[in-house]
């Protein structure tokens, strides 16, 4: 009469279109939450999740209910000290005055707070890069530049003795083994049962000869199965190994920063967290990228993501350092024809007066013609320098593929950050 | 007689489930219980928060504003701040009841006793659910519903599809008809159907909203108020007689609506449908008890759950959140099978009718034929108020203090009793609002009425459901605060009446 149902493989998301509604039709309270949040947290934890806080009454559905006033019993349990006649004060906050059993006489003890509730990682980066599209990748990836990535695959007969599989090999050693002695070993079970059947007979003189020579066809068994090689060349085998066409947009990032003592420490947050923002984006955006991150004083030095963004390190500035091992590492390991290229530089804008024009000339010549786009963000708060000049002249000269633009303090990273990495018009380049 | 237990351990399996239930069912038998066939179905807790978001439906349509009830529950189960429930049941037939897989064995017996047991004889037995609801359909209902609603996001898009849902949910307490039984609803009917009652009712509407100039005669008769008599039903209303809605906005009215009727029992039932559950789900496990079927610890297990959900907190406690249905209904339950089997002297003069008589009897004849308000009424003995400890107080907005007007002695018993019905009438709690008329002739004004029931004035967010009406009807609309004496005493617009504008200026 009963069925039993096991519901439990049953799809779980059951209640995800609803969600993304629900989440689409706050879209704007949300984004400003994120914003927030972009420009509040810490580096380390930026990309996490994160919660939302709506307003209540933003979100609430209406439907006609009785308000506050008139006249209204309710019945309560639990009477301790109360007689008819017993007046006392109206609580504040309108809790028992409200409808005699109006459900919205809030259950859930919070009552009529704010609406919080949380995001998972990825629907926040989602809002964080809402609209935001690097430039011109779309070109290069359709191009069909194809990469090859070594898999196993099984095993084979020939191959490098460092590849040698020794489980399988020995386990084909005996296979082997055990095939091609089969005939002799039971040959020689049928001669012990023999001799055993014999020796019930003794003591028998013909029997006796004839242990004798069962023993001698046994030894000589014996030493045939000896002679077969316990190890041979065809049992060894190899890992197998197959190179594997994958298909990639690849694209690389470099991210230059100046850490020089002109950047103060509220200067170098803000750098931060544009980068970690172009950090986020690309590690978001596509599969295969390779980030190279280059920080500079007087010399400059690549460094990995951790020195990069955590290690303190101070003097003069010279920024065609930097330039000029970007432009190296460029000529070395990213030929422009398999690699999408971008190119990000924060600075204060400080420089030593001689090397400016040095920069635009390395620009000019060895870094602009092979980038798909370099963003320079200057974060001050006092007149443009030398560099910025010198920046502008390039700017002019390379529209499409040169962006400057200046922060002043943390809260317009993020506009900057979306002004210059927005949808570019697809014609574009 | 004692026999070996079912099971010892916590842990259940198929073979258990399917082991209590047959037992469970067989005792079941044996106390009377009628109910439609059960279909068990084990779940997740993700799922069981996915069942909670669409109201406890295995499907629905899509809405935000599920979305948002879903990211609520999720939000408060992993803060730890709720538990799931440890069951849904659906009135259906068969009656499909959820059961999570984190419960214990000891659990999952308590929710087939309660839900597949006590709930679905409820469902099956109560003239409510018999009246207003067919349990038969409504799986197919829903299915035709969100599949006909997707049809329509397709060819009309999402956000104006939400735009109707978003005007109909505001509306969806005066989508029901309360006092003419509705047609029974069957999925391949409607889909016949509904082809067809889009082109009628659109001829219809054109009809009625007809320009061509009628005689002269007519025109002198005295004005006459349409809808003849005040209609009840605003989204039944406007369903059929709004101007301007295009035939698919029209069916999407009439599923909430059929929706909102389908749920209109059970808001009507709550504290008996879960006494009933609470009341049988103890009496049955204490049958396999009895038996030998089940150990002490299972008993321990179940009626530390059983106490806690019963759990009555006082007024002033800091858990309190009004009268936990469960208490009142379980405690009403055993109260008269108390009365029957045991009356005292005070029992004899309150229920001279049951006093004495067979308890199984008497309470399946109380499921069957009254909802919460007549329940309440007729059954809540003196004893029961004493021990709840019940007291009314009186919240007049004339007077600065609030004031208890009876407790629970001699001479607030009846008066309690009265209360708490009164607590449980709908009619009360909602506000009541109707069709009183529409201006034919005219700018196709659409006028409603709230009828004021001791003085109680709509709440401030009223407007808000008015704009949704507003949507919907496409013309004026006016809502009139009635006093009982006919005077009106507060009136909204929307839009709102220039006049109105001018004087706010001022």
């Known amino acids: 009469m009963s069925y039993i149902i096991d519901r439990r493989q049953n799809s779980k998301k059951k209640s995800t279109v609803n969600r993304q509604r629900f989440l689409k039709r706050y879209k704007k309270h949300i984004k400003e939450a994120v914003e927030d949040a972009v420009n509040s947290r810490s580096i380390t934890n930026i990309d996490q999740g994160g919660s939302v806080t709506i307003p209540r009454r933003d979100i609430s559905e209406p439907i006609f209910h009785h308000g506050p006033g008139g006249k209204t019993k309710r019945v309560f349990p639990g009477n301790k000290e109360f007689v008819v006649g017993d007046e006392f004060q109206r609580p504040s906050g309108g809790g028992g005055g409200g409808g005699a059993g109006e459900g919205s006489a809030s259950n859930q003890g919070e009552g009529m707070d704010d609406f919080t509730f949380q995001i998972s990682q990825d629907e926040f980066l989602d809002f964080m890069f809402d609209g935001l599209e690097l430039p011109y990748l779309v070109k290069k990836q359709l191009k069909n530049t194809t990469q090859f990535e070594t898999r196993r695959a099984g095993f084979t007969n020939a191959g490098a003795p460092e590849k040698i599989h020794i489980v399988r090999s020995l386990r084909s050693a005996q296979a082997r083994r055990v095939a091609l002695t089969g005939k002799e070993r039971r040959e020689i079970r049928e001669l012990e049962q023999e001799i055993l059947t014999l020796e019930a007979r003794l003591p028998d003189e013909e029997a006796a000869q004839q242990i004798v020579c069962l023993r001698e066809r046994v030894e000589e068994l014996k030493a045939h199965i000896k002679r077969i090689p316990w190890i041979d060349d065809f049992d060894i085998k190899y890992n197998n190994t197959i190179r594997v066409p994958v298909p990639s947009s690849k694209a690389v990032m470099f991210c230059v920063m100046d850490v020089s003592g002109s950047m103060t420490q509220s200067i170098k947050d803000i750098a931060k967290r544009f980068f970690v923002l172009l950090y986020l984006f690309l590690k978001r955006n596509y599969k295969q990228i390779e980030v190279v991150f280059v920080r500079h004083h007087t010399h400059a030095k690549e460094v990995d993501e951790q020195e990069f963004f955590y290690s303190r390190e101070t003097g003069g500035t010279i920024v065609s350092s930097a330039l000029k091992l970007t432009a190296e590492i460029l000529e070395d390991r990213y030929p422009p024809g398999d690699w999408n290229i971008y190119v990000a530089q924060a600075s204060d804008g400080d420089n030593w007066d001689g090397d400016s024009n040095i920069c635009g000339d390395l620009l000019d010549a060895k870094i602009l013609p092979k980038v798909q786009y370099f963003s320079y963000v200057e974060i001050t708060t006092g007149p443009h320098q030398n560099l910025w000049m010198e920046y502008e002249k390039v700017h002019a000269k390379w529209e499409d593929a040169f962006a400057m633009h200046q922060i002043t303090d943390a809260s317009e990273i993020y506009p900057v950050f979306r002004k210059l990495f927005e949808k570019k018009t697809e014609g574009a380049a | ?506």
């Open chain 2, 1 to 506: 007689m004692k026999k070996e237990p079912i099971s010892t351990g916590a842990e259940w399996t198929f073979e258990l489930i399917e082991r209590y239930d047959r037992e469970i069912a067989r005792i079941a038998a044996g106390y009377g219980l009628d109910t439609y066939p059960n279909q068990i179905e084990i779940i997740t807790s993700e799922q069981m928060m996915d069942a909670y978001a669409s109201v406890g439906m295995p499907l629905n349509y899509n809405h935000w504003s599920f979305g948002k009830q879903f990211v609520e529950t999720e939000q408060n189960y992993k803060r730890g701040r709720m538990g799931l429930a440890y069951e849904i049941v659906i009135n259906s037939d068969p009656c499909i009841s959820y059961l999570m897989e984190e419960n214990t064995m000891t659990m999952q017996a308590l929710v087939i006793a309660h839900a597949c047991y006590g709930h679905n004889s409820f469902f099956k037995g109560n003239y409510l659910f018999r009246t207003w609801t067919d349990a038969t359909a409504i799986i197919d209902y829903l299915l035709f519903a969100k599949n006909y609603i997707r049809k329509c996001e397709e060819r009309y898009g999402v956000a104006e599809v939400e735009e109707i849902l978003d005007s109909c949910h505001a509306l969806m307490n005066y989508g029901v008809n309360r006092y003419q039984r509705p047609q029974p609803l069957t999925a391949a009917e409607e889909r016949e159907r509904q082809k067809a009652r889009e082109e009628y009712i659109q001829r219809h509407v054109n009809q009625l909203w007809n320009t061509i100039p009628q005689k002269e005669t007519e025109q002198k008769t005295t004005e006459q108020r349409f809808p003849a008599e005040p209609e009840e039903n605003i989204l039944y209303f406007v369903e059929k007689n709004a101007p301007l809605l295009e035939p698919w906005q029209r069916e999407i009215i009439r599923i909430v609506r059929k929706v909102s009727q389908y749920f209109y029992p059970q808001k009507q039932t709550q504290v008996m449908n879960e006494g009933w559950a609470c009341f049988w789900h103890y009496t049955l496990l204490h049958g396999l008890y009895d038996e030998g079927l089940v150990t002490d610890g299972f008993m321990m297990e179940f009626l530390h759950s059983h106490s806690s959900v019963v759990y009555q907190p006082p007024f002033d406690s800091p858990y309190f959140s009004g009268i936990n249905p469960y208490t009142l209904g379980y405690n009403m339950m055993q109260d008269i099978r108390r009365i029957c089997e045991n009356p005292t002297a005070e029992d004899r003069d309150w229920f001279p009718d049951i006093a004495g008589s067979d308890w199984n009897e008497t309470l399946h004849n109380a499921m069957r034929n009254y909802k919460d308000e007549s329940f309440i009424l007729q059954f809540l003995s003196p004893a029961l108020i004493r021990e709840l400890k019940l007291f009314t107080i009186l919240d007049d907005s004339e007077k600065p203090t609030l004031g208890v007007s009876s407790i629970h002695d001699e001479i607030g018993y009846q008066q309690i009793r009265e209360d708490l019905s009164a607590q449980y009438n709908l009619g009360n709690r909602e506000p009541n609002i109707q069709v009183y008329n529409v201006n034919v002739r005219g700018d196709r004004a659409l006028t409603l009425r709230h009828y004021v029931h001791n003085g109680q004035p709509l709440a401030e967010d009223s407007e808000e459901v008015l704009r949704h009406l507003h949507r919907l009807w496409g013309f004026d609309v006016h809502l009139e605060s009635v006093l009982p004496d006919g005077t009106v005493s507060n009136s909204m617009h929307c839009p709102p009446i220039q006049t109105d504008m001018i004087q706010a200026a001022i």
